[in-house]
């Protein structure tokens, strides 16, 4: 397990109270809340990342979807 560092982190007032009432409501702090939360965060972020890599390195690599081979642009507009 890595080590914790201590955050310090600026709310109104109104977003506390409510931040204490979600917090109860869990059974939690608001700090485990905003460790889970930005924890999540930075997973999804990561995963996005991994996901756009894949996507570009497919589209550039280029695909094919099957069925018969292309037809060229004069094939498609001869009459």
């Known amino acids: ?5 201590d955050l310090t982190v ?5 977003t506390i109270r409510r ?6 409501q869990r059974g ?3 700090s ?4 889970i ?3 999540d965060m ?3 972020s990561s ?7 894949r996507a570009l390195s497919f589209l550039e690599r280029g695909f094919h979807l099957g069925g018969q081979a292309p037809v060229s642009r004069d094939e498609w507009h001869e009459r």
């Open 37 to 39: 939360y930005i924890a």
């Open 28 to 30: 939690a702090t608001i």
């Open 42 to 44: 930075a997973e999804q």
């Open 10 to 14: 600026s709310l109104d007032e109104e």
């Open 19 to 24: 931040a204490k009432t979600l917090a109860a």
């Open 1 to 5: 397990m890595s080590a914790k560092q």
């Open 47 to 53: 995963t996005y990342e991994v996901a756009q890599s």
């Open 32 to 35: 485990q809340l905003l460790a």
